[in-house]
């Protein structure tokens, strides 16, 4: 199993460009989330979604909109990328193990916002 | 709402001695607690966890407690190695509206272990 993939791992836009970032996974989790980390912020969470067809924004969604492709693929899309986006985001799926909800996350894309 | 204050750093250890992490919680309700690990490089990876007052998870050498009448979760090692630096990232997990469960962080913790 790969497990939770990203693409790209690397990207640097400029101001106003837009990307979808990609994320599969092949654990056949029905939740999956967008984070994004920032130097001493933690993880703040973006999107998620619980299942097929359903997204809710999370904490952080100003400048973002996702798409659950079907139960593998969520996608993340920035339509005009500013600097203040610049930052690594962090994919992650989720199902219930042992009576708690883990999440498994993947490698990350490194995004720069010139 | 809930959150995860846990110790700032970096911290800067000599090989073999041994580690505290502090985290404490504030949630409404009885979430599970995790510790997960980043090393240089890479995404997140759970350490361990526990679901409910009083459990202990453990993993790798490392533990930690889940203590309700403290709201903490503290991370502790014995003998730490080189391998074991990364930053590490205390979480709690309640169920969303939605019916998945949510994560929050805090903002982590760098270890740097130095031979």
């Known amino acids: 199993n790969a497990g939770v993939t990203q693409t790209p791992k690397f990207q640097v836009l400029k101001t106003g460009q837009s990307m979808t970032l990609q994320c599969a996974q092949d654990m056949n989790h029905n939740s999956m989330y967008w984070y994004r980390q920032d130097p001493g912020m933690g993880l703040r969470l973006i999107y998620y979604s619980a299942s097929e067809g359903t997204t809710d924004k999370g904490e952080v969604p100003n400048g973002y909109n996702v798409s659950r492709l079907n139960k593998r693929e969520f996608s993340l899309r920035l339509e005009s990328a500013a600097p203040s986006q610049t930052s690594v985001y962090f994919c992650?799926?989720?199902?219930?193990?042992?009576?708690?909800?883990?999440?498994?996350f993947g490698p990350g894309t490194r995004l720069t916002v010139t | 709402g809930n959150s995860v204050t846990q110790m700032e750093g970096p911290v800067t250890l000599s090989e073999e001695a041994f580690l505290t992490i502090n985290c404490t919680y504030t949630?409404?309700?009885?979430?599970?607690l995790f510790w997960y690990v980043q090393y240089p490089g890479e995404g997140l990876q759970l350490l361990l966890k526990?679901?409910?007052?009083?459990d202990k998870g453990s993993n790798k050498g490392f533990e930690a407690t889940y203590r309700k009448e403290t709201t903490s979760f503290h991370l502790e090692k014995g003998s730490v190695q080189v391998s074991d630096s990364a930053v590490y990232f205390c979480?709690?997990?309640?169920?969303?509206?939605?019916?998945?469960?949510?994560?929050?962080f805090g903002k982590g913790t760098k270890l740097s272990v130095i031979p």
């Open positions: 979480a709690l997990s309640e169920k969303s509206g939605a019916g998945s469960y949510q994560l929050t």
């Open positions: 526990a679901t409910k007052a009083d």
């Open positions: 949630a409404t309700g009885y979430p599970s």
């Open positions: 992650a799926s989720s199902e219930k193990g042992g009576g708690v909800y883990e999440q498994y």
